[in-house]
């Protein structure tokens, strides 16, 4: 059950009870949305599902939440879903995501009627997953920041797009990591539009991993600004 507002003497039924102490267990009523959600006032207290295989986000904006309130958000599906700040603030502690990967989930808990702090269930140590890219060129896609190592394993030379904040929101802080396994070509790292990019390679902006089974780690220390270590040139 939604948050529920009670008078002064009031007579509370068994079913209210039970939803009380369901809420309070983190409970509540649940809901399961398909698609990009914006939160509303009746989620207070709830849990909130996504179930897409794109990727997906849910925005909190203000005015709708009281200090106190809180929100149950999980992802079951395998699209990415990512809490956004819409005109509210949503913090989190240093290292943790706001992007759910399938099977993650957290709590959003109100501070104010502007602003969230997001609690994420402990998942423990996740293994890490890839992406093989046999194509000539490449941009990076939300779930590459899920723990994820990209594998560039073409032949010849491949084109690595940073894109944009505006088309891909990645957390700051979010590390990618890379690695060329293709015999020959080089594999190049460029910025999108807006993207400024910053390496001890030859050219900082471009840098370039010109052989087989070397990698890289690609770092979102701002909105876009990124980091490029590792064995570039």
Same mark, same amino acid.
């Given at each position: 059950?939604?948050?529920?507002?009670?008078?002064? =003497?009031?007579?509370?039924?068994?079913?209210?009870?039970?939803?009380?102490?369901?809420?309070? /267990?983190?409970?509540?009523? %649940?809901?399961?949305?398909?698609?990009?959600?914006?939160?509303?006032?009746?989620?207070?207290?709830?849990?909130?599902? /996504?179930?897409?295989?794109?990727?997906?986000?849910?925005?909190?904006?203000?005015?709708?939440?009281?200090? *106190?309130?809180?929100?149950?958000?999980?992802?079951?599906?395998?699209?990415?879903? @990512?809490?956004?700040?819409? @005109?509210?603030?949503?913090?989190?502690?240093?290292?943790?995501?706001? @992007?759910?990967?399938?099977?993650?989930?957290?709590?959003?808990?109100?501070?104010?009627?502007?602003?969230?702090?997001?609690?994420?269930?402990?998942?423990?140590?996740?293994?890490?997953?890839?992406?093989?890219?046999?194509?000539?060129?490449?941009?990076?896609?939300?779930?590459? %920041?899920?723990?994820?190592?990209?594998?560039?394993?073409?032949?010849?030379?491949?084109?690595?797009?940073?894109?944009?904040?505006?088309?891909?929101?990645?957390?700051?802080?979010?590390?990618?990591?890379?690695?060329?396994?293709?015999?020959? *070509?080089?594999?190049?790292?460029?910025?999108?539009? =807006?993207?400024?990019?910053?390496?001890?390679?030859?050219?900082?902006?471009?840098?370039?991993?010109?052989?087989?089974?070397?990698?890289?780690?690609?770092?979102?220390?701002?909105?876009?600004?990124?980091?490029?270590?590792?064995?570039?040139?």
């Amino acid at each position: 059950m939604a948050k529920q507002t009670f008078t002064t =003497g009031q007579v509370l039924t068994a079913a209210q009870v039970n939803s009380l102490q369901q809420t309070a /267990m983190l409970g509540g009523d %649940a809901s399961v949305k398909t698609s990009s959600y914006t939160l509303v006032a009746a989620d207070a207290g709830t849990s909130v599902a /996504m179930n897409s295989t794109s990727a997906t986000t849910i925005t909190v904006n203000t005015g709708l939440f009281a200090a *106190g309130d809180t929100v149950t958000i999980i992802n079951q599906n395998t699209g990415a879903c @990512t809490i956004t700040a819409g @005109t509210a603030t949503v913090n989190k502690a240093s290292g943790a995501s706001l @992007t759910l990967s399938q099977y993650q989930g957290g709590v959003l808990d109100f501070t104010s009627s502007s602003a969230a702090i997001f609690f994420p269930f402990d998942v423990g140590a996740q293994l890490l997953s890839t992406r093989t890219v046999t194509a000539t060129s490449d941009t990076f896609v939300l779930t590459d %920041a899920d723990n994820k190592l990209v594998v560039y394993s073409t032949t010849g030379t491949v084109t690595l797009t940073i894109p944009p904040n505006s088309s891909v929101a990645m957390t700051t802080g979010s590390v990618l990591n890379i690695i060329k396994t293709g015999a020959t *070509g080089t594999l190049s790292i460029t910025q999108g539009a =807006g993207v400024t990019i910053s390496s001890a390679g030859a050219t900082s902006t471009n840098p370039v991993i010109t052989s087989a089974f070397k990698a890289a780690s690609c770092i979102k220390v701002d909105t876009n600004t990124w980091y490029v270590i590792g064995g570039i040139a």
